[in-house]
């Protein structure tokens, strides 16, 4: 009588089991590339557009200006500036907060480093090679 009673248990179990493995896999595994939708991370802003510049170079004289942002793929874009009669142009990476970028303009280069901002603007900071000293750079979206 034992073996009768122990067996449908034994097969109850093993059923629970397969039913909480297929719901783990479903959850788990599909389009959710192994993660689960709470742990995926967020997509990042779309940086393209065209901004306002404000800023300031490393003598402390003000300038401003437009740039324009171009996604190249995934979180890479090219950045252009246009500086009175003077043009820039640069490439970086965003990764959601911090927009990287090298830059040049002729013989000169440098870096310039933004951090995004709540309102989609990007503050910055920059330096040029063989320059000393550091401006600062706004971007509003226009």
Same mark, same amino acid.
């Given at each position: ?31 959710? =590339?192994?993660?689960?939708?709470? %742990?995926? +991370? ?5 940086? $393209?557009?065209?901004?306002? /510049?404000?800023? !300031? ?34 490439? =970086?990476?965003?990764?959601?907060? %911090?927009? +990287? ?5 002729? $013989?000169?280069?440098?870096? /310039?480093?933004? !951090? ?27």
């Amino acid at each position: 009588m034992r073996r009768f009673v122990i067996l449908p248990v034994l097969m109850l179990l093993l059923g629970s089991l397969a039913c909480a493995s297929t719901e783990t896999e479903t959850t788990t595994g599909g389009t959710t =590339g192994g993660q689960s939708p709470a %742990t995926q +991370a967020p997509e990042l802003p779309d940086l $393209s557009g065209t901004y306002a /510049v404000n800023g !300031t170079n490393q003598q402390g004289q003000n300038y401003q200006g437009t740039a324009e942002i171009k996604r190249s793929k995934l979180n890479n874009y090219t950045i252009t500036w246009e500086i009175g009669s003077q043009q820039q142009a640069g490439s =970086g990476v965003f990764d959601g907060t %911090t927009f +990287a970028v090298n830059w040049e303009m002729g $013989s000169d280069k440098g870096t /310039v480093t933004y !951090t995004y901002q709540p309102d989609g603007s990007l503050k910055g900071t920059w330096t040029q090679d063989g320059v000393s000293g550091t401006g600062t750079e706004t971007l509003t979206p226009q």
